[in-house]
């Protein structure tokens, strides 16, 4: 059994900062792609940004350097630091990580986090 927990999010001011936390836990052999995809009401859920076990990363082309994607091989963790927040910023945060948890490579979910941002 694995699972995502995601934390970090909240209110914020457009131009303001958030930093999202997502920690894998549980059966884990290794973690390949870890990654971040959000979903605001009505719109399908859009890759925000990923990074490879090789720490090669991509982002949504929506991102346009305002934010940072990163990961703690120990911790299982990855992060994602998002500056210069804009209102269309405003969704829920889920994680994402393919995780080897025995024989099997499996896709695993978190239960999001909301990221609301002010104008």
């Known amino acids: 059994q694995v699972q995502l927990a995601e934390s970090g999010g909240g209110l914020v001011q457009a131009g303001g900062s958030l930093r999202l936390s997502c920690v894998v836990s549980?059966?884990?052999?290794?973690?390949?792609?870890m990654g971040w995809y959000r979903q605001a009401p009505g719109r399908e859920r859009e890759v925000v940004a990923f990074?490879?076990?090789?720490?090669?990363?991509h982002y949504g082309d929506f991102v346009k350097g305002r934010f940072a994607i990163s990961r703690d091989y120990a911790k299982n963790t990855v992060y994602l630091q998002m500056n210069d927040l804009k209102p269309e910023d405003t969704a829920v945060y889920y994680c994402?990580?393919?995780?080897?948890?025995?024989?099997?490579?499996?896709?695993?979910w978190g239960q999001g986090t909301q990221v609301t941002v002010s104008s």
């Open positions: 549980g059966s884990i052999f290794s973690i390949n792609a």
């Open positions: 994402n990580a393919d995780v080897q948890d025995g024989l099997t490579l499996n896709n695993y």
């Open positions: 990074i490879g076990f090789d720490r090669k990363t």
